[in-house]
């Protein structure tokens, strides 16, 4: 069964101020980079969305621009603003947490028992799952390779079959109490889209609306390319059919 949805619990993270996680058993949040600088390329549009440049695109290669643009150097752990996880949602009733995280969050799994993370979405086609046959590791994984649905998803209804699994996965691990991250190379794109489908759906928040809230709690979340569509598709199939919602 998916977890009520809500936005009290969206609330109290964001007012613990701008979506920093709080540690499982109180210890510092790893992050990268020392500033906050600009996130879009070109001028960004009137709905918080980035003007996409193109469709197809290399969505690693636009992490390490984003890197570029922001000053970053993903290899270096500080504490800065730019955290290698962050939390987008928390369940109201068994406190599971959603988190948005990159790459080096997916790879350390000390960080991963340390957020206490026992399911992870990876939203790439090409990174591994770093634990999945670690011994001692009860990472549990979910694929979701979320640039296909450039290819998938033609109409609003194939955007909500397209994204129901992940859902389900989501749903079912928050439900239950544990902790869930997804993740792609620097948790902006195909991540941080993920992220805004997850608050949309139990959050219920429009999409527009889940960007901007999203971009609230990490702010290197950038819906680019085609995924903008992606959630504009979703907002419209859900809005026609509640039920699945």
């Not at 922001?70 to 068994?94: C, F, K, M, R, T």
């Not at 450039?150 to 909500?160: F, L, N, P, Q």
């Not at 389900?168 to 869930?180: P, S």
Request: glycine share 8%; hydrophobic share 35%; aromatic share 8%.
């Amino acid at each position: 069964m998916p977890p009520p949805k809500g936005s009290d619990s969206l609330e109290a993270l964001l007012n613990r101020g701008q979506g920093a996680p709080t540690p499982a058993r109180g210890s510092r949040m790893q992050a990268l980079g020392p500033q906050r600088l600009p996130l879009s390329r070109g001028r960004e549009l009137s709905n918080g969305y980035s003007k996409p440049a193109q469709l197809e695109m290399d969505f690693d290669d636009e992490a390490r621009k984003l890197w570029a643009r922001l000053n970053l150097d993903p290899s270096i752990v500080s504490s800065g603003p730019y955290n290698a996880l962050d939390a987008l949602w928390q369940h109201p009733q068994s406190r599971g947490i959603f988190y948005v995280g990159n790459q080096q969050a997916a790879s350390n799994l000390a960080l991963l028992r340390e957020y206490n993370i026992t399911h992870v979405v990876n939203c790439t086609d090409n990174m591994p799952n770093y634990h999945e046959r670690t011994s001692g590791s009860n990472i549990t994984y979910y694929r979701f390779d979320i640039t296909s649905s450039y290819r998938r998803v033609k109409s609003d209804a194939e955007a909500v079959q397209f994204v129901q699994p992940m859902l389900d996965f989501v749903g079912t691990a928050l439900a239950e109490g544990h902790n869930v991250m997804v993740h792609c190379l620097a948790g902006a794109h195909r991540a941080g889209t993920t992220g805004c489908i997850c608050l949309m759906h139990f959050a219920s928040l429009g999409n527009r609306e889940a960007v901007t809230t999203a971009k609230r709690c990490r702010p290197i979340i950038d819906p680019i390319g085609h995924f903008p569509e992606l959630l504009a598709k979703l907002d419209r199939g859900w809005k026609a059919s509640p039920s699945q919602r």
